[in-house]
């Protein structure tokens, strides 16, 4: 058994084994579907907007992170789907609103085509709809991939906020010297932006808990199957920015470009997390509060 997370996290026993996941809030459920890599932190991290707004966000580590161990029964993305929908069943919940980002967005959407009574709408932010490769210099794999990596990323992260914030916004956009320095500047002044940017640098590691997780990813998304999006009959909003260099905005296009009932909003100059980031990142949250409330 994988050692207990840093969080206040739970564990749910279901027919695809033991899901990790953090519930928090209690207003109207929303499933926040993690990144590549990523945990339940990461996905209480993105949301915690959700929170402040009146939402319970039910947060779930997929399998092969953290503490929702990686088995031949919740391998594939269509396995995921049904064990996101497992684990609201355990909780009782029946209808659910679904938040996705990144690599979080394939389970998400066969969460929707294979469930559609109990997803009430999507919100796919920077989301992953087809196949996708990993491109990696060797100082990327040596940094993520490497518990010495880790250990710098950490030390970075506590010694040099300044540099990991910057460092982590321009690895995720491809952003002008220029727009990044303001960019950077503007969110390391603002408490809570600096906060989840140098927390969520941290997640980025492809080390455990989260190695085995990345690694599954990997695999699936390489050899991506097609979604079905247009089979979704629940409401749509895609929200991508523009200058994303680690989930290209082709995937929200091509998203839009298959679902019967979506909404795209694009964030110029916005990189991979500029949704939380951005100097317009209240505006396009505040959006995302409304869409959940008005498809409800």
């Known amino acids: ?30 499933l926040v579907v993690h990144g590549s890599p990523g945990g339940c932190d990461q996905g209480s991290l993105l949301g915690n907007f959700l929170v402040a707004a009146g939402f319970r966000v039910i947060a779930p580590s997929r399998p092969g992170y953290m503490r929702t161990a990686l088995t031949p029964a919740n391998a594939s993305i269509d396995a995921q789907a049904d064990a996101h929908a497992a684990l609201m069943t ?7 609103a ?41 100082d990327e794999k040596l940094v993520m991939h490497t518990r010495p990596g880790y250990w710098l990323l950490s030390a970075m992260a506590r010694w040099a906020p300044k540099q990991t914030v910057a460092g982590t916004l321009g690895a995720e956009g491809a952003l002008s010297k220029h727009d990044l320095k303001a960019l950077a500047a503007s969110v ?22 989260r190695k085995e997780g990345i690694g599954n990813d990997k695999r699936n998304y390489a050899a991506m199957p097609d979604l079905e999006l247009s089979h979704i009959q629940a409401p749509v909003l895609l929200i991508h920015g523009d200058v994303d260099t680690d989930v290209d905005i082709r995937n929200s296009e091509h998203a839009g470009a298959q679902l019967a009932n979506s909404t795209m909003v694009s964030m110029p100059g916005g990189g991979h997390i500029c949704f939380w980031t951005a100097p317009e990142s209240a505006d396009a949250q505040t959006k995302v509060v409304e869409f959940l409330r008005n498809n409800a």
């Open 1 to 30: 058994m994988p050692k207990p997370s840093a969080i206040d996290s739970k564990l749910a026993d279901t027919e695809f084994g033991s899901i990790e996941y953090v519930d928090r809030g209690t207003g109207a459920p929303v």
């Open 188 to 209: 390391y002044s603002d408490e809570v932006k600096r906060a989840f940017v140098i927390a969520i640098s941290l997640m980025a590691s492809h080390t455990p808990p």
């Open 98 to 138: 679904v938040v996705c980002w990144s690599g979080g967005g394939p389970s998400t959407y066969r969460l929707a085509v294979r469930h559609p009574n109990r997803v009430s709408t999507v919100v796919a932010i920077a989301a992953l709809s087809g196949p996708h490769v990993w491109n990696e210099s060797i």
């Open 90 to 96: 355990e909780l009782g919940i029946e209808r659910f």
